[in-house]
């Protein structure tokens, strides 16, 4: 009997596979038969599989999230492994953690980030808001109001029945403020009223009182005119601020003093004998230029009725939160911002004694 010769193992395959009608008995042919270079490649996905859209994302979120709860609460069967549930356990807290670090790395990037305009916030405002805004109609950063009364400069004068000259005199301005009623002082403060209640701000009725330090002359006629100044609805109304004068022994929100130029440094180093000043509460304005102006303000164009006027709102501002030289000259020929050391300088601008759009703000 002839010896059987043990099958090849590709043998045995194959007659496997012609058992199963494959390979060439069934007129296919598989890889192995076929040259590299002409196998047949695997299709490539389209786009649409690629990209799933907003559904099959969230469908696909829902069902890993259901399947993690599911083997969560799996493992936590009284009855399920402990190797299993100690894995969970774990991974469920590495999950938790890197979840909590991200929303703190997202979070410390936003807050490093600058605001989306790209410019430094203005400052902040007492009000329940945070801030009040600077005013959105602004042309060029000047006001119609500021334009119209740098224009008239010899205005006051024609209603006051005063000349030129007597602008520029002292004590014709200390005379004419005596004539000033209470029916004239409730008049101009219901204006101011209402034009701080129009302007869209938050209202604040600031009071003050009025003292002298040293000998500084009539300080009836420096109240009159600083209350005027104050409360004029081309003023510190127009960002939503009233002013109030009280007694000199009532509480208040801050002090107005007409101080002697010697006077000045002490009430802080940073105080001059040439200028007036503001330290925390006290708003101190300077006798010498109450009296005088300075000569760059008045070889400006401006008075000394004017600059009065402006000596007071300036250090005002400064209580409202301002400070100094926030907003400079915009060019030749422009009023020049409240808060502007005018008193030193107009650097081409017009003198002026009123805020601008861009100081209609208070902190």
């Given at each position: ?13 194959a ?11 069934s ?24 990209r ?119 004590a ?23 034009t ?28 009159v ?40 440094p ?98």
């Amino acid at each position: 009997m002839a010896k059987r010769e043990p099958m090849n193992p590709r043998n045995r395959n194959a007659k496997s596979d012609a058992g199963r009608g494959v390979g060439r008995r069934s007129g296919r042919r598989s890889n192995h038969d076929v040259p590299s270079d002409v196998r047949r490649r695997p299709a490539k996905r389209s786009d649409a599989r690629l990209r799933p859209g907003g559904k099959e994302v969230w469908a696909s979120l829902c069902m890993t999230w259901r399947r993690w709860a599911r083997a969560i609460l799996s493992a936590m069967r009284p009855d399920a492994k402990r190797t299993r549930r100690t894995m969970l356990i774990r991974r469920t807290v590495v999950c938790v953690a890197s979840l909590l670090v991200a929303f703190a790395l997202w979070t410390g990037l936003n807050a490093l980030l600058p605001s989306s305009d790209g410019g430094s916030p203005a400052p902040s405002s007492v009000a329940a808001d945070g801030k009040d805004q600077k005013s959105g109609a602004q042309r060029d950063g000047r006001s119609d109001a500021s334009d119209a009364k740098e224009a008239d400069d010899g205005k006051d004068a024609a209603e006051d029945g005063t000349s030129v000259d007597e602008e520029n005199d002292a004590a014709a301005l200390d005379a004419q403020a005596a004539s000033f009623t209470d029916a004239q002082r409730e008049a101009l403060f219901a204006k101011a009223q209402a034009t701080a209640d129009a302007s869209g701000r938050t209202r604040w009725d600031l009071t003050y009182r009025v003292v002298a330090d040293g000998d500084v002359g009539d300080l009836e006629a420096f109240a009159v005119q600083a209350y005027q100044a104050l409360n004029d609805p081309l003023g510190w109304p127009r960002a939503g601020v009233t002013f109030t004068q009280v007694s000199a022994d009532a509480d208040c929100d801050f002090n107005l003093i007409l101080a002697e130029a010697d006077r000045l440094p002490n009430y802080d180093a940073g105080c001059s004998d040439e200028y007036s000043c503001r330290v925390g509460d006290d708003v101190i304005i300077n006798v010498d230029r109450w009296n005088g102006g300075t000569e760059q303000w008045l070889g400006a164009g401006g008075t000394l009725r004017r600059y009065r006027r402006m000596a007071v709102n300036h250090e005002v501002g400064h209580r409202l939160g301002h400070l100094d030289n926030e907003p400079s000259c915009g060019g030749e020929g422009q009023p020049a911002p409240l808060m502007q050391q005018q008193s030193k300088g107009l650097n081409g601008c017009l003198p002026n004694e009123w805020p601008v759009d861009e100081e209609l703000w208070t902190q």
